[in-house]
């Protein structure tokens, strides 16, 4: 079984971070998801002629300790 840890808000730093492997994205987001009250997913592009797309995840994170610094706020 996969060990889920808490996301902290340092963490979404990482989510910017390139290059990255599929699987450091996945993990990432999975804490992100699995630390949410809500998620949801919006399809922004999708161009099946190069296969690149964009989606969009929005949710709310769920609150254990207060950030020092918020970001984006």
Request: hydrophobic residues 30%; contains cysteine; positive net charge.
């Amino acid at each position: 079984m996969k060990k889920v840890n808490k996301f902290r808000y340092q963490n979404f730093s990482v989510l910017e971070r390139t290059p990255t492997s599929p699987a450091a994205l996945e993990h990432c987001l999975n804490d992100l998801m699995y630390n949410s009250t809500t998620c949801r997913a919006k399809v922004e592009m999708v161009n099946p002629t190069t296969g690149e797309y964009r989606i969009v995840l929005q949710g709310t994170l769920d609150y254990w300790d207060e950030p020092k610094n918020p970001v984006n706020q």
